[in-house]
């Protein structure tokens, strides 16, 4: 039986998509209230840090509507737009759900956990880079379970220190993958945020940049493990056995440009923004996907399961009560301020202080670095970013650049934040804390992170003129 909260979620994605296609305000006016009462409905079952969340999210936006202009009209919008984030999670669950059960991602995931030692880190934190994409922090899980599979006592020579150390080290390298994948890929929530607050940049210029900059900090997360002593204390022992060849991923590499292309392709159509592109073409490939992984016992037979697997779907549709907390919630707050501080003078008060540009620039992932030890969530900093700086090109930055900067801090900040889904996933299975795994073992690659990002906003400033 499909739970009677699930419905909601669904008219929230339907509704953000006729908002968004056809332009109808009340669309996504609905959708928004419908997300607010799924939260209201499945706060009971939530978790203790998801009603904190819940209660000090709404409420520190209840009282930055109090300071808006037109609280009402503010209060429709802001969960307008923490409707559109959770539509455009929704949308990728869809995609997540069909790779989870899929038996091709398995044997990739199988193949890469077997290379030799000498390039297993490179080939886990590529293959942890590529597989988040559709998978987000569920490649996490999926490699954390072949690692434990693959890092017997056997395998390390009866050591239990070797042991220890290679599980370490490829659940970092699985971490910096995914990690490094906040910096560009269009199927992240980090695309959807960064383009509301920020509406005038060029993401189809911004994303292969990006994609660069995240190419060197894996680079860098591969120098920082060859060059520790780790790596010498687990030469030798065994390594799993694979018949698969590299050219298995392949399938996997097109799977991602399809969707790429298809997402690109409808928003160039309907003249939208890629991440509606992304909401409305990502579950239809989702569909697809299932139907195909289904077709080896027929045509037939793969029809006739879709009803189930979309069930299925539906009614794991209550679990996502978590992510609807923090991304709607978080839509909520940030839509807030972004009315609140422009009445307040905020944008007024920053051009008046003139700060250099290229501080300004610096201090974002900055900013989403350090907020992040505290739990604070970059859909909230990139939001009041984008309140602050309503005219980046009255402070001298081109609107790109500032979009740029919030784009690498999110995934400079994901490096390093101990309360996030991947560090709490990567912890369990590295029996460490998020703490250890996010502050302590990934500190010093968030450091280097960070410094590869303020220079590559230094290059786009500079490249990239008001």
């Not at 160039?268 to 509606?276: D, I, K, M, N, Y």
């Not at 090109?393 to 999110?410: E, H, K, N, R, T």
Request: a positive charge; proline letters at 6%.
């Amino acid at each position: 039986m499909i739970p009677p909260s699930a419905p909601l979620l669904v008219l929230a994605w339907v509704g953000t998509l006729v908002h968004q296609f056809a332009g109808l305000a009340w669309a996504g006016t609905l959708a928004g209230i419908a997300l607010a009462v799924f939260l209201v409905v499945e706060l009971p079952n939530a978790s203790r840090a998801a009603r904190l969340l819940f209660a000090g999210m709404t409420g520190a936006g209840l009282v930055a509507l109090a300071l808006a202009p037109d609280p009402l009209g503010t209060f429709l919008e802001s969960w307008r737009r923490g409707a559109s984030y959770v539509a455009f999670f929704l949308a990728l669950s869809v995609l997540r759900d069909a790779a989870e059960r899929s038996p091709l991602v398995r044997r990739c995931g199988r193949h890469l956990v077997a290379q030799p030692p000498g390039r297993r880190y490179a080939a886990l934190t590529a293959g942890g880079h590529v597989y988040s994409i559709i998978l987000s922090y569920g490649a996490i899980d999926l490699f954390g379970a072949m690692v434990a599979r693959a890092n017997t006592l056997a395998s390390a020579g009866g050591s239990s220190e070797v042991q220890r150390i290679r599980l370490k080290r490829m659940m970092l390298a699985v971490y910096r993958g995914f990690a490094a994948m906040n910096c560009w890929s269009p199927l992240n929530i980090m695309t959807a945020v960064v383009s509301s607050a920020v509406p005038g940049a060029r993401f189809g210029l911004l994303i292969p940049l990006a994609f660069g900059v995240a190419v060197t900090m894996l680079a860098a997360g591969w120098a920082v493990d060859r060059a520790s002593a780790a790596r010498l204390a687990t030469r030798g022992g065994v390594r799993p056995a694979t018949v698969e060849r590299w050219s298995i991923h392949l399938r996997i590499v097109l799977l991602v440009l399809f969707v790429f292309a298809a997402a690109e392709i409808v928003g160039h159509a309907f003249g939208t923004s890629l991440v509606v592109g992304v909401t409305a073409a990502v579950p239809v490939v989702g569909i697809g996907w299932m139907v195909v992984q289904a077709a080896r016992y027929g045509w037939l037979a793969a029809f006739g399961t879709l009803p189930r697997r979309l069930g299925l779907f539906l009614r794991r549709i209550p679990n996502f009560r978590g992510e609807a907390t923090v991304l709607g919630c978080g839509g909520f707050l940030a839509g807030a301020l972004s009315a609140a501080l422009p009445g307040l003078g905020a944008p007024e008060m920053l051009a008046a202080a003139a700060p250099p540009p290229l501080l300004v620039l610096f201090a974002i992932p900055t900013l989403v670095l350090l907020t992040g030890q505290l739990g604070l969530n970059p859909i909230v900093i990139i939001g009041a970013v984008g309140a602050a700086i309503p005219d980046p090109q009255a402070m001298g930055i081109a609107p790109s650049v500032l979009a740029f900067a919030c784009m690498l801090g999110w995934g400079v900040g994901a490096n390093a934040t101990p309360m996030s889904a991947s560090a709490i996933t990567t912890a369990r299975w590295a029996g460490a804390t998020p703490w250890t795994i996010a502050t302590v073992w990934n500190g010093p690659l968030t450091l280097i992170a960070l410094v590869i990002a303020c220079a590559a906003v230094l290059a786009a400033h500079l490249l990239m003129p008001v």
